[in-house]
């Protein structure tokens, strides 16, 4: 357990500077292996060793792949779960037209409120519990207001409309949570793939150090470019920090979206010189066209 939180709470920075200099001390320790043995035994053949190099770093190189292959999957399964997410809260606004109208004024703006609070920059706010808690009392209400059609025996043909994209809602909100704050790189990976990195380093450093070849200039760019693809890897398996963040437009368009309509409904009802803008739209900005 202990492990799994030192992997996803280093900073990212740290990660790249400690991977720099995990590669630069284990190939000098490999120099200096092979020094000692060329020292001890004599020159030893190329071939043999050249064998031992090929296979660590194919090795390595299927282990990189295979890690950052599951990484970049996990990705593409956040920036689906957004744009879906996103679909689904404004099926239900609109599908909200099927309850009664009260009822349906008060899911109006339960969802309006949801796409508004699900609308930020992941780079800038964490989630918090706190934040999963009111989500999840968000969802309670929404339900409250289909428990409330039940209990008035309300038609189950038109219930039903507003039930489906709710339930979808819902569970998308549990699957953002689980693929975005549960699901990382497991620690034997990561284990594994510094001690792969580390052994194919030596192997290479062991070579220099028996052909008497190797330069600072080669050995700073071994380190900057296992260093690069690790940090890339480190960065795709985050989700709240990083370069590399899930694009969440689709639920900024749409929280514009709704808060216009919220606004246009409560204009019919009071007039347009007695409502306030909502956050985030300025007078005169044009409506958010759908993708």
Request: with cysteine; proline share 4%; hydrophobic share 45%.
């Amino acid at each position: 357990m202990y492990a799994d939180d030192l992997f996803h709470t280093l900073p990212l920075s740290l990660i790249y500077f400690v991977t720099v200099c995990f590669v630069l001390i284990t190939l000098a320790f490999g120099v200096m292996l092979g020094r000692f043995y060329r020292r001890k035994h004599g020159d030893q053949k190329e071939s043999s060793i050249g064998s031992a190099v090929g296979a660590t770093l194919g090795l390595l190189a299927f282990l990189l792949a295979f890690t950052f292959n599951m990484t970049a999957s996990r990705f593409g399964d956040r920036k689906a779960l957004v744009l879906g997410e996103a679909n689904v809260i404004h099926n239900a606004y609109l599908r909200a037209d099927f309850l009664l109208p009260e009822q349906a004024t008060r899911a109006r703006a339960l969802l309006a409120e949801y796409a508004d609070f699900r609308d930020y920059d992941p780079g800038e706010r964490k989630i918090r519990a706190e934040d999963l808690a009111h989500v999840e009392g968000l969802h309670r209400q929404l339900w409250g207001i289909v428990d409330y059609h039940v209990a008035q025996q309300y038609n189950a043909g038109y219930l039903r409309q507003f039930v489906d994209p709710l339930s979808e809602l819902i569970r998308y909100h549990h699957s953002r949570v689980v693929v975005a704050l549960q699901y990382h790189i497991p620690p034997p990976i990561w284990l594994s793939m510094y001690f792969m990195t580390g052994l194919a380093m030596m192997v290479i450093g062991y070579q220099f150090g028996i052909s008497r070849g190797g330069s600072l200039q080669i050995a700073a760019a071994l380190a900057l470019t296992f260093a690069t693809v690790i940090l890339l890897i480190a960065d795709l398996d985050r989700s709240m920090e990083g370069l590399l963040l899930v694009d969440e437009r689709p639920l900024h368009e749409l929280n514009l979206r709704l808060q216009r309509e919220q606004q246009r409904r409560l204009e019919e009802k009071t007039g347009p010189d007695s409502v306030s803008l909502p956050r985030g739209v300025s007078p005169g900005h044009p409506a958010v066209q759908s993708p």
